[in-house]
């Protein structure tokens, strides 16, 4: 007999979006919810959606949403009853799980034996090549020979593609070991790594599963090709371009994968894909919910989170599962209904390496969007932990916002998720949308012949560009020439009258510079009663409306097409909005700060973080791409390497201090061979 108990109030052992997700679902339970926040979250939203909220002194996830201890003594302080542990952090620790349940809480999650056996990379492939899962070959640093290359380094505990190395060289297989190692145990507090042969062209294909008393149940299957750096960016369910008998087969396997272990409550079994083989290969199975949950939600009309408390409570799923078998004999007895399309939106610069980014948003809004949390129609769902006015830091990942498509059909999907993403309007942070809405509309993907490794070998400067185009960026600098013109002129306490530019007699054209980037935008126009670009003859402005504490709107004609552009400026900083997406432009100062000067050949940190490691001093002789620090941001690991062959002149800074982004860390001087080559 199944041991049954009622929760009435749960503790979310996480931040962000998947904690405001599971307190979407324990309302509509009528379940209290209670947040647990560190001293850098104190703001944020999912802090103000629990009905009550306990401070975790600190900001790293060290002190804070790892320290399991700390956990549990804010849901007994509480009155909390269930402890659901999210995605990341504490949610395939089995000495965590373990804990909860000491502790008499209700653990929203599989039983710690069944995270601790395929919480083991390593330990799980063995289990799962006795149960007939195909698997790969694991190797060791000394085992590994030429013609297993390329290898991949991989961590035991925790995912995301943290922890996670390529290694093309044997000879570069040991380094990258301690890189991962480092990694894993700063995301995982787990450092335990595993090496395997890496297959290039292979799609990532998981499937879901939910453990029951009675068998599992499978709610079909995602495709996850599109990462970067191991890290997913597109997921879809189904699958595209997926044979049948291989589609069953994979849902077959992921079932006796988590009948093996009598595997309780949400969990999803990952495979490697090979194509060309038509094969496919065991990778891991994570034992918590999976940030891509919302596309299966979609298809199969499913809450998974409301499936977790249910199978927590030992309650039965009948009712909670429309239209799927949940006798565990199983897959659904109905396919799943639809297509839905999920994509990753960060704070982050693709042009420069997916270099994390912090700092405030100034403007998120998203056309088109039916639900938050839950689907609840064909359109789009958002799910974000953030909101205009929110901050990004350096503590914790760089996620904005998880966008989701719920169509008939696969191409609706795709163009529904494309032109939402194109029109949002998203200010004050460098994010990888137009990334996103390139990719979304490229030939790979559109023709589902994406794999794991595309994107890593794809040009991103072909993928990362403007989605409106060449005349995105010159356009747009003219409407914010003319909108912050005709802003200063009616902000002027004299002479307000008089057009913005007006000269008796006209010598040259005005001069606005705007900054994208560390690129140059000049814009040259001619004011007056009416404005004009000298460069473009054919371009003429129908009429400028500025609005008291607001958004400048400009319309211009170029060629024929006449666009409304929308000027939002916030100090140095101009976001321009238009039927061509959005354009950020920072107002170039006319002077340049002396104080803002740094030495030739000064490493600057690329973003605020942490220096983990030093391996220079002041004196040593270093050459052209030699690793001097390293920095975490974010969870990721960042090489800050010399930039030319020199000596180390300056180097202020020590293993475990805290950087603000544009700190100099190092100084090289260039020798004379050098120094003559960039001549």
Known sequence: MTDTRTITRLLVANRGEIARRVFRTCRELGIDTVAVFSSADEGMPFVRDADQAVHLAGNTP?????????????????????????????????????????????????????????????????????????????????????????????????????????????????????????????????????????????????????????????????????????????????????????????????????????????????????????RFYFLEMNTRLQVEHPVTEAVYGVDLVALQIAVAEGRDLSGLSAGVDVSGGGPGTQGPKGHAIEVRLYAEDPANGYQPQSGRITRFELPGVVSEFETLRHGIRLDSGVGAGDEIGTFYDAMIAKVIAFAPTREQALRQLAGALAKAELHGLTTNRDLLVNLLRSEEVTQATMHTTWLDGADLALLGAPVGGADAVPLSGFAAAVALAERARLASPVQSRIPAGFRNVVSQPQRTVFLRGDDEVVVEWLGGRSFAAPAHPDLRVGWVRVATDGPVEVLLEAGGVRRTFTVFAEGDAVDVESSLGHVALRKKSRFVDPSSQVAEGSLLAPMPGSVVAVHAAVGDVVAEGQPLLVMEAMKMQHTIAAPYAGTVTELDVSAGQQVEAGTVLAVVEATPESSEEEN
């Not at 799962?128 to 085992?143: C, H, I, R």
């Not at 000879?171 to 145990?185: F, H, N, Q, T, W």
């Not at 709610?219 to 371009?241: L, W, Y």
């Open 62 to 278: 060290a002190e804070t949403y790892l320290r399991g201890d700390l956990v549990i003594a804010a849901a007994l302080a509480t009155g909390a009853d269930a402890i659901h542990p999210g995605y990341g952090f504490l949610s395939e620790n089995a000495a965590f799980a373990r804990a909860v349940v000491d502790a008499g809480l209700t653990w929203v999650g599989p039983a710690p034996d069944s995270i601790e056996k395929m919480g083991s990379k390593i330990e799980s492939k063995k289990l799962m090549e006795a149960a007939g899962v195909p698997v790969l070959g694991s190797l060791t640093s000394d085992t590994a020979t030429e013609a297993d290359l390329p290898l991949l380094v991989k961590a035991s505990a925790g995912g995301g593609g943290r922890g996670m190395r390529i290694v093309q060289a044997l000879v570069d297989l040991p380094g990258e070991i301690e890189k991962a190692s480092s990694e894993a145990a700063s995301a995982f507090g787990d450092g335990t790594v595993f090496v395997e042969p890496y297959i290039q062209t292979g799609r990532h294909i998981e499937v879901q599963v939910m453990g029951t008393p009675d068998g599992a149940v499978v709610f079909g299957e995602r495709d996850c090709s599109v990462q970067r750096r191991h890290q997913k960016v597109i997921e879809e369910a189904p699958a595209p371009a997926l044979p049948d008998a291989t589609r069953k087969a994979l849902h077959e396997a992921a079932k006796s994968a988590a009948e093996a272990i009598d595997y309780r409550g949400a969990g999803t079994v990952e495979f490697l894909y090979d194509v060309a083989k038509d």
